[in-house]
């Protein structure tokens, strides 16, 4: 196939048929799974993949990538090419229950789409996905670590994260200057701790990391005062960084139980 790799849409193509191999391995696809896969690219992983299923759906942005795809592969009926962007798709079309989402993840857009899909979650029974290593670092990031943040709560909260494998520049065309790393994401049926709002969850968490060196007393001012956070169990003095999962959880309730009141 003549495509030039198109850097908006953040093409690094898999040759590596080892690396290919070992990604199919852990998805595990089973007959019977309902798998999207979102920006299949040339094929690398939507050709094994197909092997093992009655149906797989793959959604790409590329009009001379499906162009390309339809030629190859088209021919078989299980595969379904949706010509999209998955930014802007509802997920709940492919169904309610147990989608099995995977990805070699364009880097430009690793974020919006995981944030994405976690509005899907109660559809999604779990998710793989190559990213930049260093996304997959701030994901499975655990309290009082420099890449802890924004990512790590709002996955961890729903999501059970596995950091599975590194990938290294050299296994894809053209080589990424970064390594890459495999993620499993597996969302929960609840979230981890008792969560009245996710909104204010997503204020709260933005707020607190979007100055990280400040304290929360300083960083969540406009949102929650002093006494708020000491009844919510947690010190003002401490940095967002410091914070685990569950006391985002409750500074969240607090601060939706405040606007609450105040209607
Ligand atoms: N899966 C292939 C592989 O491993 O070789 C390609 C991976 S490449 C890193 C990312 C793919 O996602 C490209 O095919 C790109 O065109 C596609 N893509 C980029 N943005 C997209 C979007 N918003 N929605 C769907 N596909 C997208």
């Given at each position: 196939?003549?495509?030039r790799?198109?850097?908006?849409?953040?093409?690094n193509f898999?040759?590596?048929?080892?690396?290919?191999?070992?990604?199919?391995?852990?998805?595990h696809?089973?007959?019977?799974?309902?798998?999207i896969?979102?920006?299949?690219?040339k094929?690398?992983?939507?050709?094994?993949?197909?092997?093992?299923?009655?149906?797989?759906?793959?959604?790409?942005?590329?009009?001379?990538?499906?162009?390309?795809?339809?030629?190859?592969?088209?021919?078989?009926?299980?595969?379904?090419?949706?010509?999209?962007?998955?930014?802007?798709?509802?997920?709940e079309?492919?169904?309610?229950?147990?989608?099995?989402?995977?990805g070699?993840?364009?880097?430009?857009?690793?974020t919006?789409?995981?944030?994405h899909?976690?509005?899907?979650?109660?559809?999604?029974?779990?998710?793989?996905?190559?990213?930049?290593?260093?996304?997959v670092?701030?994901?499975?990031?655990?309290?009082g670590n420099?890449?802890?943040?924004?990512?790590?709560?709002m996955?961890q909260?729903?999501?059970?994260?596995?950091?599975?494998?590194?990938?290294?520049?050299?296994?894809?065309?053209?080589?990424?200057?970064?390594?890459?790393?495999?993620?499993?994401l597996?969302?929960?049926?609840?979230?981890?701790?008792?969560?009245?709002?996710?909104?204010?969850?997503?204020?709260?968490?933005?707020?607190?990391?979007?100055?990280?060196?400040?304290?929360?007393?300083?960083?969540l001012?406009?949102?929650?005062?002093?006494s708020?956070?000491?009844?919510?169990?947690?010190?003002?003095e401490?940095?967002?960084?410091?914070?685990?999962?569950?006391?985002?959880?409750?500074l969240?309730?607090?601060?939706?139980?405040?606007?609450?009141?105040t209607?």
């Amino acid at each position: 196939m003549n495509h030039r790799p198109r850097k908006r849409f953040g093409q690094n193509f898999l040759h590596d048929t080892t690396v290919i191999q070992h990604i199919i391995d852990v998805i595990h696809p089973q007959e019977q799974d309902h798998i999207i896969e979102i920006g299949p690219g040339k094929g690398a992983l939507t050709t094994p993949l197909l092997r093992h299923l009655q149906q797989l759906d793959v959604i790409e942005i590329d009009s001379d990538l499906v162009a390309a795809l339809k030629a190859s592969i088209g021919q078989d009926s299980r595969l379904i090419i949706h010509e999209a962007d998955a930014l802007k798709l509802n997920f709940e079309t492919f169904g309610h229950s147990d989608l099995r989402i995977i990805g070699n993840l364009p880097y430009n857009i690793s974020t919006p789409i995981l944030f994405h899909l976690l509005s899907y979650r109660d559809c999604i029974k779990d998710m793989l996905f190559m990213l930049q290593k260093e996304v997959v670092d701030r994901i499975c990031a655990s309290s009082g670590n420099k890449q802890y943040g924004r990512l790590s709560i709002m996955l961890q909260c729903y999501c059970d994260v596995e950091s599975l494998f590194v990938i290294t520049p050299d296994a894809f065309t053209p080589s990424p200057k970064v390594d890459s790393a495999i993620v499993k994401l597996t969302p929960l049926r609840e979230p981890r701790y008792e969560l009245s709002d996710h909104e204010s969850l997503k204020v709260i968490v933005r707020e607190a990391f979007s100055q990280r060196r400040k304290t929360i007393r300083n960083a969540l001012r406009k949102y929650l005062d002093e006494s708020s956070i000491i009844e919510s169990g947690i010190a003002p003095e401490n940095r967002a960084e410091n914070l685990e999962v569950a006391d985002f959880v409750k500074l969240a309730n607090h601060y939706h139980q405040q606007k609450i009141n105040t209607l």
